[in-house]
């Protein structure tokens, strides 16, 4: 995103697994199952994924790539933010 000018979040729904595979920006995720690695969208990869649980409250655990457990409230904006150089998704600060 770039100050300034209009920026459009690609969206997508999708149920919670153990491992999601996001292919856009914005995920609404459905169901209750814990998530423990998001899957990288591609090879080479390196940006902001947000995440918003339509369902009820969603947590993340530590087994995967995701190195701070969270619980993500119900309709409110998760941010991860994907590092290529540790291979992991690091969640935002949560209020």
Known sequence: MFP????RLSEELTASSTTIR???DLVRLTGS???A?????YAGFSGILFVVPVDG?????TTGNIPVAVIMPQNRVTVFVYD???NKFYPGAIS
């Not at 690695?37 to 969208?41: E, V, Y």
């Not at 409250?57 to 655990?61: D, E, F, G, R």
């Open 22 to 24: 996001p292919k856009n």
């Open 37 to 41: 690695t998001i899957a990288p969208s």
């Open 84 to 86: 290529h150089v540790t």
């Open 33 to 35: 199952t814990t998530v």
């Open 4 to 7: 300034g000018l209009t920026t």
């Open 57 to 61: 409250t969603l947590q993340t655990v």
